[in-house]
C-alpha cells in the first residue's frame, strides 16, 4: 500500500468516523426544528380545510348535539395553537391519530404502506445510479465528436419524459402490447405472502419463498425503471460536465506524462473528482424520487405511501395526509444526511484539519 | 434588415420557439380548430379508435374516450389549460424567488440566513408531495393550481438565483454604483438585475416545462381544474381506466405532455447555451 501522502493535513480512518458521527449529530440536530416547522405548516393549512371531522367521524344521522359533543371530545373547540400543542405531543407518543376513512390508527397503516414505497425507491435509486454513471461516461467518452451532438440532443429528449409519462409508457410497451411484465400491484393473486419486515422482497427470501420472490422482483421491474430511467438523464449532464472540469486540471496532464493509462486516469483521477457534484446533486433528486413514486405506485396500483395519501386525499382523511405528510418530509431529510456523510467520506477536502 | 440576434440564431431556440407557437395557436384559437364539443358526451360511441383504424369514425379523428368525447378536441382544448399554468405560474415563481434570491444575495447577513433556511424547509418536501398538500387546501380550480405551483417552485428560482447574485455584487461596478450613492433598490435593478437577466430566463423557460409536468400530475390524480375543463392529465386518467380496449387514447395526451415539456425544455437549453457568458465558446456550439 502507498503511504498517505497527507497524514497530518486529512483526517482517515478512526477518526473519520469520529468526523462523521459529529456531522451526523450536527444534521439531525438541525433536522428537528425543520420537523417542527413543517409539522405546524402541515397542520395549519390543513386546518383552513372547510371539511369538519367531528361531522365525518360521525353517521350522517348524528344530531347537531352529537356533532358538538365530538367537537368537544376531539378539541376542535379549542384556539388553533392548543389544538396543535395536542397534537404535537400524541405525535411525540407515536400516535397521529386515527383515519377517519379507513377507521385504522394512521401509524398501523403508515407502517403497512411505508415499506413498499421503500422498496421502490432504494431499487429505482440503484437503477438511476446505474444508467446515470453509465451514460456519463458514454457522453464523456463521445466529447467532441458528432455522435456527442446526437446523444446530448437525446438526453434533453429524455429529460422532457417524467417518470409518471415512462410509467405509462411502459406499461404501455411491456405490460399491454408485449404482455411480458406485470403491472399491477406487488404480487400477482395465489402467491404466498410472508410477513416478517414488512419488506416483500427480503421477506420472501427469509422464508425461502422463491417464488413469490420472483412474483415480486418481476413487479417492481417496470416502476423501478420508470423512475430510474426519469432520473438518468440529469445525473449523466451533470457527471459529463464535471468530469469535463476535472480533465483541464493539471493533475490530469500530470498523470498522462507520468505514463499512467488512459482507464487508471479516468477511475483514479477523473472519477474520483467528477463523482462529488453529482453525488451532491444525486441527494438533491433522490428527495424529489421519493416524491415520485407517489405517482408511479398510482399508476402501477402498487400498495405504498402514495396510494395511502391519494386516497386519503380524496376522502378528505387530514390524520392520513398530515401523519404520510411529515413521513415524506423524515424520509428526504434521511437521505440527504446520508448523502452528505457519503460526500465527507468521498472528499477528503472536506476532512482537512 | 437588422441580423438576427445570438440567441435566435440557435437552432434549439427556433425549435422550442416553434413549438410553442404551435401550441399557442391550439390553445387560442381552440374553438375554430376542434372538430368537436370537448364535453360534448356521445354515449352511443364510446371509445372509438381513431379514423384510420378499424371501426374508427371520421368524426372523431383520435377516436373517443370513455364518455365518447373526441379526443382530439380535447386534447386542442387541453393546451389551453397546460399553457396558462405553465406562463403564469412559472411568471410568479420567478417574481418571487427573484425578488427573494436578489435580497437574499445582496443584503448577506441574517436575512441571507432566513431566506437560505425557508428554502431548507420548503426543500424537505418532495414537490409533488407539497404541491398536493397545497391543492387539498386551497381546493381545486385553475387559479388553484397555478398558486400551487408558484407557493412550491420559487424555491428553484431562489436557490440557483442566489449564489449568481453572490458572484455579481462582488464586481467592481456594483461597488462603484454605491459610492456614487445609488440607493440599494436602484444597485438592485440597475446593476444587479442586467447581470442575472439571462439566467433568470433560462430558468423561465424551464420552469414552464415543469409546470406543464405539474399541472398534468394534479389533474391525473383529480387535483387540478374541474372535470368540466378537458386537461391533458385528466385524459390520462381516463385512459389508464380502459388501457386494454383503447391503449391509443393513452398515447395522444402523453405525446402532448412530452411535446410542451420538450418544446420548453430545448428553448432553456438554447438559451442557456447563447446567454450564458461563462460558457465556453466550445460548449456553446
Known amino acids: ?353 | 434588415m437588422r441580423p438576427l440576434p445570438l440567441w435566435l440564431k440557435s437552432g434549439r431556440v427556433q425549435t422550442g420557439l416553434v413549438i410553442i407557437f404551435i401550441l399557442a395557436v391550439c390553445a387560442i384559437f381552440a374553438p375554430h380548430l376542434a372538430p368537436n364539443d370537448p364535453n360534448e358526451q356521445n354515449l352511443l360511441s364510446i371509445l372509438t379508435p381513431p379514423a384510420w383504424a378499424d371501426g374508427g369514425d371520421s368524426m372523431f379523428p383520435l377516436g373517443t374516450d370513455s364518455l365518447g368525447r373526441c379526443i382530439l378536441s380535447r386534447l386542442i382544448y387541453g393546451a389551453r389549460v397546460a399553457l396558462t399554468v405553465a406562463f403564469t405560474a412559472s411568471i410568479g415563481a420567478m417574481i418571487i424567488g427573484a425578488f427573494f434570491a436578489h435580497i437574499a444575495g445582496y443584503f448577506g447577513g441574517w436575512v441571507d440566513w432566513l431566506i437560505g433556511r425557508v428554502v431548507e424547509i420548503w426543500l424537505s418536501f418532495p414537490p409533488v408531495i407539497l404541491s398536493l398538500i397545497l391543492m387539498v387546501g386551497l381546493g381545486t380550480g385553475l387559479r388553484n393550481v397555478v398558486l400551487a405551483i408558484i407557493l412550491v417552485d420559487w424555491t428553484r428560482f431562489c436557490r440557483v438565483l442566489r449564489s449568481e447574485v453572490i458572484v455579481l455584487r462582488r464586481r467592481d461596478y456594483v461597488a462603484a454604483a454605491q459610492l456614487v450613492g445609488f440607493s440599494h433598490w436602484r444597485t438592485i435593478t440597475r446593476e444587479i438585475l442586467p447581470g442575472t437577466l439571462p439566467l433568470l430566463i433560462t430558468l423561465m423557460s424551464l420552469e414552464m416545462g415543469v409546470a406543464v409536468i405539474v399541472e398534468a400530475i394534479l389533474s391525473f390524480v383529480g387535483m387540478s381544474v374541474g372535470s368540466e375543463t378537458a386537461a391533458w392529465g385528466q385524459m390520462i386518467a381516463d385512459a389508464r381506466q380502459n388501457i386494454y380496449e383503447a391503449p391509443f387514447n393513452l398515447i395522444a395526451p402523453i405525446f402532448a405532455i412530452f411535446f410542451a415539456v420538450f418544446g420548453f425544455n430545448i428553448l432553456g437549453d438554447g438559451l442557456r447555451r447563447t446567454l450564458d457568458t461563462r460558457l465556453t465558446q466550445t460548449e456553446r456550439t
Open chain 1, 1 to 353: 500500500m502507498r503511504p498517505d501522502p497527507f497524514p497530518d493535513i486529512v483526517i482517515r480512518g478512526k477518526r473519520m468516523f469520529a468526523t462523521i458521527a459529529k456531522l451526523l449529530v450536527k444534521r439531525v440536530l438541525t433536522a428537528i426544528p425543520i420537523l417542527l416547522i413543517v409539522s405546524a405548516l402541515l397542520f395549519c393549512i390543513l386546518r383552513i380545510l372547510p371539511v369538519d371531522p367531528a361531522a365525518m367521524s360521525l353517521p350522517p344521522n348524528a344530531t347537531v348535539e352529537e356533532v358538538e359533543a365530538m367537537r368537544t371530545e376531539m378539541g376542535l373547540d379549542r384556539p388553533l395553537y392548543e389544538q396543535y400543542g395536542i397534537w404535537l405531543g400524541k405525535l411525540l407518543e407515536g400516535d397521529v391519530g386515527r383515519s377517519i376513512h379507513f377507521r385504522q390508527d394512521v401509524t398501523s397503516l403508515i407502517g403497512s404502506t411505508l415499506p413498499a414505497t421503500i422498496e421502490l425507491a432504494v431499487i429505482a435509486m440503484v437503477v438511476a445510479t446505474i444508467f446515470g454513471l453509465a451514460g456519463g461516461l458514454f457522453l464523456f467518452y463521445v466529447r467532441g465528436t458528432r455522435a456527442e451532438a446526437v446523444m446530448d440532443f437525446f438526453s434533453i429528449l429524455l429529460l422532457s419524459l417524467p417518470e409518471f409519462l415512462w410509467s405509462l409508457f411502459l406499461l404501455l410497451i411491456f405490460g399491454v402490447f408485449f404482455e411480458v411484465l406485470p403491472f399491477t400491484g406487488r404480487l400477482s393473486p395465489g402467491f404466498e405472502r410472508p410477513v416478517v419486515t414488512g419488506f416483500l422482497l427480503i421477506d420472501s427470501l427469509v422464508t425461502g419463498n422463491i417464488s413469490t420472490f420472483f412474483n415480486a422482483l418481476q413487479h417492481m421491474i417496470l416502476p423501478c425503471l420508470a423512475l430510474g430511467i426519469a432520473l438518468s438523464p440529469s445525473l449523466m449532464r451533470v457527471l459529463r460536465s464535471s468530469l469535463l472540469d476535472a480533465y483541464q486540471d493539471d493533475y490530469i496532464q500530470q498523470a498522462r506524462l507520468r505514463g499512467l493509462s488512459e482507464k487508471r486516469i479516468l477511475i483514479r483521477h477523473g472519477l474520483k473528482n467528477a463523482i462529488l457534484p453529482t453525488l451532491s446533486l444525486m441527494g438533491v433528486q433522490f428527495g424529489f424520487l421519493f416524491g415520485g413514486t407517489l405517482l408511479v405506485e398510482i399508476i402501477y396500483s402498487y400498495p405504498g405511501m402514495g396510494n395511502l395519501m391519494v386516497d386519503a386525499i380524496r376522502n378528505a382523511d387530514l390524520p392520513i395526509i398530515q401523519g404520510a405528510g411529515l413521513t415524506y418530509c423524515i424520509a428526504v431529510l434521511v437521505i440527504s444526511i446520508v448523502v452528505d456523510s457519503l460526500y465527507l467520506i468521498l472528499n477528503p477536502k472536506l476532512r482537512v484539519r
